[in-house]
């Protein structure tokens, strides 16, 4: 794992020759996304103080940019738009996969983001859709090619935490079924024929994390933290397993003490040790930390 | 006086400080919570939810507050689930209430109930407040504490920490135990969980009643061997230099995390009462 110092988008892109090497080891190919790779999984941690503005609403033009150069270091292209089209072709249907929590979403900047590399790479709007409750019924999901599953990483009642895995429970007809042991079987969904080696990008928003669930509703400003940060992976597990240590490094820091995650995000283990979908063990993830530093907690 | 939910839900106020109730309340069951708080619905299943009754007050423009009524299976669960993330002692409301940045929860007898007005303003607090007095003084009655918390030792104790449960997944509030259910937790092993501060690091101490001596020792023999490693006396030294032992004293057990030395776990188990 790389936890040295951090770099910048211009110091990382005069070492791109450097990354590229890694990334043709890493990359996978599209239709392949998510499944576990040879060697290290790549995690990008990208993370600008300026991406929120004063009422803690995120900047198009600085999500946009925090997507740009996260993409660059994930595929180890020079540029985004070279970057897209390692991922998404142009006769690709593509779907992304958002989170409605009210409280917390995706958010329309980071979904523009996406959208907008997409169209360049080639996609026109009639075969792109963003959705989340509705994508067992609506016709681009169906008939998709390639995903991008996007949300936010929060504490969970009862998952643990809201993560990137958990994001395609909408994928099956009844998501209650998936509840037992705190959702430990969540993996298994992304074997299903409308899912299975589709997506090619995984995105975890981590702009205001939610570190503390209270209340019914779960959702609590008190517990949220600006961390002002993307996390780019093609692997969702190994994304998880990283935003879950920023997390829990939150905690510890907010509550003085350490303060596991009650339940504990069981899925994510289980996802690495019984369903292979990816690596959760940092010891098998390359992170890649871009930016601002402070408090970054990996 | 009011003495079901739905006698609760007839005395709301129609309006109060300007607020308006916006349509009748809905009530959820144990078959359809999920589909209004999602996954969350499992922690209120799992302190045997009864029924749920939920409204809305609006004023001029989109801002509203959210008024749910939790009928719970018992007093303690009540607690429980009150109890469960809490992070202070306040009882300004109810039997034990906590309020945050625009949220105000408390219990009552049997009653768990929450008030929600984001964004949070200092009049639709004064309103919140109004409301959770109100819904407050509505329910008859006072409930009882779970008897097993009285067993955790009250000297040093942060009553902020105490929890009660009976359901494996909320083991590891404190200190991460395990993911399995190691101690044959369930419906029918009231357990309680509280912290203590020694040396400035936080020792915590879980205490689980099982319906006989029998099942409290296979629960033990469990434990021994997948936590304790088969450590002699029942004391292991953990990661870090903390220890954790254990002790069955009849149909009782009680376990300790993050002590910092083995005498500390010792002179724990001696001060339970039961």
Redesign the interface.
């Known amino acids: 794992m790389n936890s040295g110092k951090p770099i910048d988008r211009r110091e990382f892109l005069k070492s791109a020759s450097a990354a590229t090497l890694g990334a043709t080891l890493l990359a996978p190919m599209p239709g392949q996304a998510g499944s576990a790779q040879a060697g290290k999984s790549r995690v990008v941690l990208v993370r600008d103080v300026n991406v929120l503005d004063e009422g803690g609403r995120p900047r198009a033009a600085a999500v946009q940019e925090m997507l740009d150069t996260g993409i660059e270091a994930l595929t180890g292209k020079p540029d985004p738009q070279s970057a897209w089209k390692t991922l998404i072709r142009p006769d690709d249907v593509v779907g992304i996969k958002n989170n409605r929590w009210p409280y917390l979403t995706t958010t329309a900047e980071v979904q523009n983001a996406l959208k907008t590399r997409i169209m360049e790479a080639g996609v026109p709007e009639s075969r792109l859709a963003i959705d989340d409750l509705g994508v067992l019924q609506n016709p681009i999901f169906q008939k998709s090619t390639a995903l991008i599953n996007a949300r936010p990483m929060r504490s969970h009642h009862w998952a643990g935490v809201g993560s990137l895995i958990k994001n395609y429970i909408m994928f099956i007809p009844d998501p209650s079924a998936i509840h037992p042991d705190s959702c430990a079987d969540l993996a298994s969904i992304w074997n299903l024929p409308m899912v299975k080696g589709k997506t090619r990008l995984n995105v975890l928003v981590l702009f205001t994390p939610q570190f503390h669930s209270f209340g019914p509703h779960s959702f609590n400003p008190k517990y949220v933290w600006k961390y002002y940060g993307l996390l780019l992976a093609f692997d969702p597990v190994a994304a998880d397993a990283t935003g879950l240590r920023i997390v829990e490094g939150i905690r510890r820091d907010y509550f003085g003490e350490e303060r596991p995650l009650n339940p504990p995000a069981k899925h994510i283990a289980v996802a690495d040790t019984k369903y292979h979908l990816g690596t959760a063990d940092a010891q098998r993830i390359e992170l890649i930390k871009i930016g601002y530093d402070k408090d970054s907690f990996v | 006086m009011p003495r079901t939910l739905n006698d609760i839900g007839r005395k709301l106020p129609g309006s109060i400080g300007g607020w308006t109730r916006a349509a009748p309340p809905v009530v959820y069951t144990p078959q359809n919570l ?1 589909t209004y ?8 299943l799992s302190y045997n939810f009864r029924q749920a009754l939920s409204l809305k007050y609006k004023t001029t423009g989109k801002d509203e507050i ?1 008024v ?1 009524i ?1 009928e719970m299976g018992t007093s303690a669960d009540a607690f429980g689930v009150f109890a469960h ?1 809490r992070e202070t002692i306040d009882s300004t409301v109810g039997q034990g209430s ?1 309020y ?4 105000l ?1 408390f219990w009552k007898d049997r009653y768990y109930v ?1 008030i ?1 007005a ?3 303003t200092p009049a639709k607090k004064d309103v919140v407040f109004t409301l959770g007095r109100t819904i407050a003084d509505s329910i008859e009655g006072r409930g009882t504490l779970p008897p097993i918390i009285s067993l955790l030792p009250a000297e040093g104790l942060a009553p902020q920490s105490v929890r009660y449960f009976h359901h494996y ?8 135990v395990s ?1 399995e259910n190691v101690l044959d937790i369930g419906n029918d092993t009231p357990a309680a969980l509280g912290t203590y501060k020694q040396g400035g ?2 020792l915590v101490l879980l205490l689980v009643r099982y319906p006989s001596a029998a099942r409290a020792e296979a629960a033990a023999a469990r434990f021994r061997k997948d936590f304790l490693g088969g450590a002699p006396g029942d004391l292991r030294e953990m990661k870090g230099g903390r220890w954790s032992g254990l002790l069955r004293r009849g149909d009782l057990i009680a376990v300790v995390f993050n002590a910092p030395a083995a005498d500390a776990v010792r002179a724990m188990f001696i001060r339970i009462k039961g």
């Open positions: 999920s708080i999602d996954g969350g619905a499992e922690l209120y959210t749910d939790f993330s906590e945050a940045a625009g949220l929860t929450s929600l984001y964004p949070e997944i909320w083991l590891n509030s404190f200190y991460f993911d690091v936080g």
